[in-house]
């Protein structure tokens, strides 16, 4: 059985993603839209919606999933949800909270070489602003 | 008419073949066109969080610069480029509050307020030559080639910064078709490429260009057409040969193909730098001659 606490009692996650993305979880109406289109759900454990939910109720596996590194912000979601939550803020600021706990996502110092010199500068500057703090 | 540019890291190393066909069909169009001086990377992502406000300070320091020489409109080559710089205007534009607090970091004598427009290469070519134009400036048509127009996600989207329809854009076809080529489309087409994840996690860039590419295959395509050079980069590099024993499809910048269509010299549209080799399909089709054959 699990007992949903959401509003019940301080949920500090919630709370600062809500803060760091600017968005409003509780007008998600869980149509799954996001994840409809998202090119990369097979490759999520948790889908977007299920992100939102979790969050909401205080459910704490979601900065430990790997669904949050996997969002390129590709902003798909982000336009065609009808409730207008930008889903990769969201993930953004999932990123962020997890990356100013000075944990790295990406070591650079332990990337082949052979893929540091054959990658796009673009390539190495967006992966570093989005996996490391 | 005259365009201030900029280039961005990735167009000064890896992608020097978008640079070049740019220059040169520019050139060919009688647009004069400068290299903003002093420029920085621009961050390549916009940054999401609210409260981060230093990862904007390298997009505005540009914008800042070009203000300061003189320019009033800035145009990108790079999809991603493009988004950050027209992102971060849009933000010092909106809330100014934040805007202030980036001026105050850049310190520069100029405060910046978001009076640059930022512009893509495809918009000047759209907007302000037309393809009308572009059109009757072909001589060698690219009869035989059929296109398959990719857009990934930075053009397009937030809508608020898109330069076409974020669900069904045709910019890339509307060009295509004034060259000559056939276009074939695919909903496939706005999806994003893994992007950045190629370092990290390229089986997920695999996956997404093995998808993307067997679309193309089926809509009956022999050509990729982008404007991105990270999407360049993936789809060039990651594409598997096909199971049924056909060829990869080149992927090429719409600048390349402007380029061979306006007949200028294979040597300037860098047509050699690429993984999948374009040669044999464009010499196979006819599609261009050889000796600039007039149409």
Redesign the interface.
């Given at each position: 059985m699990i007992k949903i606490t959401a509003r019940e009692q301080p949920n500090e996650l919630l709370h600062k993603v809500e803060?760091?993305?600017?968005q409003n979880l509780f007008t998600c109406y869980q149509c799954g839209t996001c994840s409809a289109g998202c090119?990369?759900a097979g490759?999520m454990d948790l889908l977007p919606e299920q992100i939102i939910r979790h969050l909401t109720m205080g459910i704490n596996d979601v900065l430990t999933s790997k669904s949050i590194w996997?969002c390129?912000?590709?902003?798909?979601c982000?336009?065609r949800c009808p409730r207008d939550i930008?889903m990769?803020?969201v993930m953004?600021?999932l990123r962020?909270v997890q990356l100013r706990r000075n944990i790295d996502h990406?070591q650079i110092a332990h990337?082949p070489p052979e893929?540091l010199g054959?990658?796009?500068?673009?390539?190495?500057?967006?992966?570093f602003?989005?996996?490391t703090g | 008419m005259h365009i201030d540019y900029y280039p961005g890291c990735t167009i000064k190393t890896s992608a020097r073949q978008y640079e070049t066909s740019a220059l040169a069909v520019l050139h060919a169009l009688d647009v004069q066109s400068r290299e903003m001086e002093q420029w920085n990377c621009c961050g390549v992502v916009h940054s999401l969080a609210t409260d981060n406000l230093i990862r904007h300070v390298a997009p505005i320091r540009v914008l800042t610069r070009l203000q300061q020489q003189g320019g009033t409109e800035l145009v990108t080559l790079c999809d991603m480029c493009y988004n950050t710089l027209a992102q971060a205007n849009l933000l010092v534009q909106r809330q100014p509050d934040k805007g202030e607090a980036i001026n105050g970091f850049i310190a520069d004598d100029q405060t910046y307020g978001g009076q640059v427009d930022v512009l893509h290469l495809l918009q000047i070519l759209r907007d302000r030559i037309g393809f009308q134009a572009i059109k009757r400036r072909v001589i060698c048509p690219l009869k035989g080639l059929t296109v398959f127009p990719y857009y990934g996600c930075k053009l397009l989207r937030p809508r608020a910064v898109g330069i076409d329809d974020a669900e069904t854009p045709s910019i890339l076809r509307d060009l295509m078709q004034a060259l000559g080529a056939t276009v074939v489309d695919d909903p496939i087409q706005t999806c994003c490429c893994g992007s950045y994840h190629v370092v990290n996690r390229d089986a997920i860039v695999a996956g997404q260009v093995t998808k993307i590419a067997a679309r193309a295959q089926l809509q009956g395509a022999d050509i990729i057409v982008l404007s991105c050079p990270l999407c360049h980069f993936n789809l060039d590099t990651h594409q598997p040969r096909p199971t049924d024993g056909g060829q990869r499809l080149p992927v090429l910048y719409y600048t390349q193909l402007i380029g061979l269509a306006f007949g200028l010299p294979w040597e300037t549209l860098g047509l050699d730098a690429h993984h999948i080799d374009p040669f044999p399909l464009l010499q196979h089709q006819h599609s261009v001659p050889l000796e600039g054959e007039r149409v």
């Open positions: 803060e760091l993305s600017g090119p990369f490759e996997i390129a912000s590709c902003y798909l982000a336009e930008n990769a803020k953004e600021a962020q990406v990337l893929v054959a990658v796009p500068p673009m390539a190495l500057v967006a992966n602003r989005k996996n | -």
